[in-house]
């Protein structure tokens, strides 16, 4: 049962456009998010996160959504730029029931920026 | 500052053996996390390592086992080697057991073929 859907595999947008990636949840005890970047041959970089008693947070081309009535979190990238081409994973974790340690990661979804 | 390192960036066995990966964490960071990461999936977790115990496992069996060192390096120990144990192995710190203030820093990972 998979529990963090990112349900689109890749995305290719251009330049200077927006990008927006999707990830849903199924687990309702999720209250921590983060997304994370992957460059082949590199391991996840850490590029922003969210708590559940937040809808939004910024941090210079990346803002972060998350609507929990829908178990659902967006990240936008705007401008895109042809170095964020990589594949971006979405991830959860929930503070209670002593499992904060354990992220849950979604499939991820491969971005292209064409130039 | 030093990132994570992990160690080989490449192995290859045959089914049965027995394999160790290495990690050391990123300094200041005192609790390591290994993920296994198939193709085309996302990263899943075995298990965390804080003051040199085990703080949490995931799904796997118990051949997976790991030790943490006062230095706070890792080893993840794969025994009886099975064909789907191919795969990314990911080593992640962090300055706490999890949560938002703790997020993960991953190392390249340890490409792993069984054959």
């Known amino acids: 049962d998979q529990q963090v859907k990112q349900n689109s595999p890749s995305l290719s947008v251009q330049e200077g456009r927006i990008s927006i990636l999707n990830c849903d949840y199924t687990n309702s005890m999720f209250d921590y998010f983060l997304w994370y970047k992957k460059y082949p041959a590199e391991g996840p970089t850490f590029l922003i996160s969210i708590s559940s008693i937040k809808d939004k947070n910024e941090d210079g081309r990346f803002t972060v959504f998350l609507n929990k009535s829908a178990k659902h979190l967006s990240l936008h990238i705007v401008p895109s730029q042809p170095g964020d081409s990589a594949v971006y994973f979405c991830?959860?974790?929930?503070?209670?029931?002593?499992?904060?340690?354990?992220?849950?990661f979604g499939k991820g979804t491969l971005l292209t920026v064409n130039p | 500052e030093t990132g994570v390192t992990q160690s080989p960036t490449h192995l290859i066995k045959t089914r049965g053996q027995q394999v160790t990966l290495r990690c050391s964490s990123q300094s200041g960071h005192n609790t390591v996390s290994w993920y296994q990461q198939a193709l085309g999936q996302g990263p899943q977790f075995i298990f965390q390592y804080y003051r040199e115990e085990e703080n949490g496992r995931g799904n796997f069996p118990p051949r997976f086992s790991g030790l943490q060192f006062p230095n706070y390096s890792s080893e993840l120990n794969v025994n009886a080697l099975e064909l789907d144990d191919s795969a990314l192995y990911l080593c992640a710190s962090s300055p706490g057991t999890g949560g938002i203030n703790s997020p993960l820093h991953f190392g390249n990972g340890t490409r792993l073929t069984v054959t």
């Open positions: 991830a959860a974790s929930a503070s209670s029931g002593g499992s904060n340690y354990k992220l849950t």
